[in-house]
């Protein structure tokens, strides 16, 4: 079993929709939780960084963390097309500990 | 966030020789560097992590002496490929973890494809 998984997709969506994007975790150490954005052929960008249970928002985007489940979700509301991009899961089990990326969700956001 | 950079961005080269991949902090001093290959279509997968002045560390499967890993300094790592062949042709990603963020933020560099022919 993987320590990380995340359906690789693709994902199509039309403008304006809001998206979920998920990842499972296998190993309750886990602490960190991340998402990063990566556009064709670019390196990962952090979006979004969270630690605890339950939602953080920045903008239009929201990381829900559900320890219990080992669920990590990215909401990505009004979208558009400019969030094309593969959205990658990352997690860490300690502070200061080697990242484990879920394999990415490639998203197209249709006009 | 911070910056991190990386030389060349796209390399082609013969089957047999040796690449050589620079990953700079430039705004940061990094304490950690780590090196991502990436394949079409699939996700990071972590070859090494590399901390200033000590060995690498690599990932099971990764052949320490074919990826060549230096990390002189608190701003520079390099990624040697040595004897590259096509298999190796992938998206190399470094990253830095240091003192621009918090413990546990990495900073990706924006990637070296290398295509070997």
């Known amino acids: 079993q993987k320590e990380v998984e995340q359906d690789p997709g693709p994902l199509s969506v039309p403008e304006g929709a809001i998206v979920s994007l998920n990842c499972t975790y296998s190993?309750?150490?886990?602490?960190?939780f991340m998402w990063y954005r990566q556009y064709s052929r670019k390196g990962p960008e952090l979006l979004m960084y969270?630690?605890?249970?339950g939602n953080k928002e920045d903008g239009r985007f929201t990381a829900q963390v559900d320890k219990s489940s080992k669920y990590i979700s990215l909401f990505i509301r009004d979208s558009q097309p400019s969030d094309s991009a593969t959205y990658l899961c990352?997690?860490?089990?300690?502070?200061?500990?080697?990242?484990?990326f879920g394999a990415g969700t490639r998203l197209t956001v249709k006009p | 966030g911070a910056v991190v950079s990386q030389h060349p961005s796209w390399v082609i080269c013969k089957s047999g020789t040796s690449v050589k991949i620079e990953c700079r902090s430039l705004?940061?001093?990094?304490?950690?560097m780590f090196w991502y290959r990436q394949f079409p279509k699939q996700s990071l997968m972590l070859m090494a992590t590399?901390?200033?002045?000590?060995?690498?560390?690599?990932e099971q499967g990764v052949e320490k002496d074919k990826f060549l890993i230096n990390h002189a300094s608190l701003t520079l790592s390099t990624l040697t490929v040595t004897s590259a062949h096509p298999e190796d042709s992938s998206f190399y990603i470094c990253?830095?973890?240091?003192?621009?963020?918090?413990?546990?933020?990495?900073?990706f560099g924006p990637g070296t494809r290398l295509t070997v022919l």
């Open positions: 969270t630690y605890s249970s």
């Open positions: 190993n309750s150490a886990f602490q960190y």
């Open positions: 705004d940061f001093q990094a304490t950690t």
């Open positions: 990253s830095a973890r240091g003192l621009a963020g918090g413990q546990n933020e990495q900073f």
């Open positions: 590399s901390n200033e002045g000590s060995k690498a560390t690599y």
């Open positions: 990352a997690i860490i089990v300690s502070s200061g500990g080697d990242m484990r």
